[in-house]
């Protein structure tokens, strides 16, 4: 059964069973279609021309903005900045309000479960600043302790930063709910919704956030283009990530006034086509609906999971729930190294990931160096899981152990 596989190109002309979607997802043909039209039919500097063809391009650009902002739930388009990914949408909060607003003294709440990502922008500040860097550590099988975050999270924490959805368990975290531990402490709470945005549906609103990063790549989107959102009171206060072109009013020898939100987050030449995209995948992802997806997920990465655990030898991190995994699977094999184990399963045509999946200090707090990590989406199959499950099957014994 194809299922939805149809609508991707890729895994349509590729006999590679494509386990790997917490990396990076395929893209549906309507993506790449927006993309080409972009370019075929469409191509100028957006925000800059009063020609026809920069008029259209600026259009189709603002016109991605309104869809970020409904499919997230913000309240303006002044809340939705364009940035490259999620790594560089969490930097613009890091450098812009994080070295701004704090000094020696302060802390800086980060859970260990986080991407690196979430992880060095605040290391950065924190030593720019001499401000604290704290870690909530979660339970070992991936939940959160919320007694903790509550003890942990003091008069002094100035900001709280947590990943909505572990790339590593993917576990869901209560965003909401810290973000009420944090406003009670006049803290900014800021999520990283990398791994969430393709599995559940994200309202910032009612998740009580200040920032919410993601990227368009895990969303059946393009790369290179990614989302931060930020309440407009707080932009409004913070300084320009990056100066130059497009983010200004106007410039004299000296000084410059800069334009207003969200153009003066968004210097040089932005990725209209990428913006164009990723509305495209917005599209598409609400066509099929989040009930559809997650019950697809569910149903794979729930029967790969039971049938892993009749696999001898194989140790699967986090939860003893296979709905609270969110189709991430991360695992070992006994005495065999996950590079290994990727590389044999690359041979049978199944392509999952192995290392440390930049979240380190999460694997060595759990006890690991390496692990490897197939990670599902609502396009994969049994079948799919069939052939991860028979290559694995075959993994110790092809690495001299026996049957």
Same mark, same amino acid.
């Given at each position: 059964?194809?299922?939805?596989?149809?609508?991707?190109?890729?895994?349509?002309?590729?006999?590679?069973?494509?386990?790997?979607?917490?990396?990076?997802?395929?893209?549906?043909?309507?993506?790449?279609?927006?993309?080409?039209?972009?370019?075929?039919?469409?191509?100028?500097?957006?925000?800059?021309?009063?020609?026809?063809?920069?008029?259209?391009?600026?259009?189709?650009?603002?016109?991605?903005?309104?869809?970020?902002?409904?499919?997230?739930?913000?309240?303006?388009?002044?809340?939705?900045?364009?940035?490259?990914?999620?790594?560089?949408?969490?930097?613009?909060?890091?450098?812009?309000?994080?070295?701004?607003?704090?000094?020696?003294?302060?802390?800086?709440?980060?859970?260990?479960?986080?991407?690196?990502?979430?992880?060095?922008?605040?290391?950065?500040?924190?030593?720019?600043?001499?401000?604290?860097?704290?870690?909530?550590?979660?339970?070992?099988?991936?939940?959160?302790? +919320?007694? =903790?975050?509550?003890?942990?999270? !003091?008069?002094?924490?100035? @900001?709280?930063? #947590?990943?909505?959805? %572990?790339? /590593?368990?993917?576990?869901?975290?209560?965003?909401?709910?810290?973000?009420?531990?944090?406003?009670?402490?006049?803290?900014?709470?800021?999520?990283?919704?990398?791994?969430?945005?393709?599995?559940?549906?994200?309202?910032?609103?009612?998740?009580?956030?200040?920032?919410?990063?993601?990227?368009?790549?895990?969303?059946?989107?393009?790369?290179?283009?990614?989302?931060?959102?930020?309440?407009?009171?707080? +932009?409004? =206060?913070?300084?320009?990530?990056? !100066?130059?072109?497009?983010? @200004?009013?106007? #410039?004299?020898?000296? %000084?410059? /006034?800069?334009?207003?939100?969200?153009?003066?987050?968004?210097?040089?030449?932005?990725?209209?086509?990428?913006?164009?995209?990723?509305?495209?995948?917005?599209?598409?992802?609400?066509?099929?609906?989040?009930?559809?997806?997650?019950?697809?997920?569910?149903?794979?990465?729930?029967?790969?999971?039971?049938?892993?655990?009749?696999?001898?030898?194989?140790?699967?991190?986090?939860?003893?729930?296979?709905?609270?995994?969110?189709?991430?699977?991360?695992? !070992?094999?006994?005495?065999?190294?996950?590079?290994?184990?990727?590389?044999?399963?690359?041979?049978?045509?199944?392509?999952?990931?192995?290392?440390?999946?930049?979240?380190?200090?999460?694997?060595?707090?759990?006890?690991?160096?390496?692990?490897?990590?197939?990670?599902?989406?609502?396009?994969?199959?049994?079948?799919?899981?069939?052939?991860?499950?028979?290559?694995?099957?075959?993994?110790?014994?092809?690495?001299?152990?026996?049957?």
């Amino acid at each position: 059964m194809q299922g939805y596989k149809t609508d991707f190109p890729l895994l349509m002309q590729d006999k590679t069973v494509y386990i790997d979607n917490a990396a990076t997802a395929q893209r549906p043909k309507c993506v790449i279609d927006a993309e080409k039209d972009f370019y075929t039919c469409h191509n100028a500097n957006p925000l800059r021309g009063i020609y026809e063809l920069s008029v259209q391009a600026t259009e189709n650009y603002e016109n991605a903005r309104k869809a970020v902002r409904d499919f997230i739930g913000a309240k303006s388009v002044q809340e939705i900045i364009f940035t490259r990914n999620t790594t560089e949408s969490i930097n613009l909060v890091a450098y812009s309000y994080g070295l701004s607003n704090l000094k020696k003294g302060d802390e800086v709440v980060v859970s260990i479960m986080e991407h690196h990502s979430d992880l060095l922008p605040w290391q950065m500040v924190c030593r720019q600043t001499g401000a604290e860097l704290k870690f909530l550590e979660c339970e070992k099988d991936g939940s959160l302790d +919320l007694n =903790k975050a509550e003890e942990l999270i !003091t008069d002094r924490t100035k @900001i709280v930063a #947590v990943t909505q959805l %572990s790339n /590593v368990l993917g576990r869901e975290y209560p965003i909401e709910k810290l973000a009420e531990i944090a406003h009670r402490k006049n803290a900014v709470m800021v999520a990283d919704g990398a791994q969430s945005t393709p599995h559940i549906a994200v309202d910032v609103k009612k998740l009580g956030v200040d920032f919410f990063a993601f990227s368009g790549h895990k969303l059946y989107g393009p790369m290179g283009i990614g989302v931060l959102y930020g309440r407009r009171e707080l +932009l409004e =206060k913070m300084p320009p990530f990056l !100066t130059g072109g497009e983010m @200004i009013e106007s #410039v004299s020898r000296t %000084s410059a /006034v800069y334009a207003e939100l969200p153009h003066k987050f968004e210097a040089g030449t932005v990725n209209a086509a990428g913006a164009v995209g990723l509305k495209s995948a917005i599209d598409y992802v609400k066509s099929v609906g989040f009930e559809e997806i997650h019950k697809r997920e569910l149903e794979v990465s729930a029967y790969a999971f039971e049938k892993m655990k009749e696999i001898a030898h194989i140790n699967i991190l986090g939860s003893e729930k296979a709905e609270e995994h969110n189709g991430i699977l991360t695992f !070992t094999v006994d005495n065999v190294h996950p590079h290994d184990v990727s590389e044999i399963l690359a041979a049978d045509g199944i392509a999952v990931r192995a290392g440390h999946h930049c979240a380190q200090p999460l694997l060595e707090y759990l006890g690991y160096r390496s692990t490897v990590r197939a990670s599902f989406a609502f396009y994969n199959t049994k079948e799919d899981a069939d052939r991860f499950l028979d290559s694995l099957s075959t993994v110790r014994e092809r690495m001299g152990y026996g049957k």
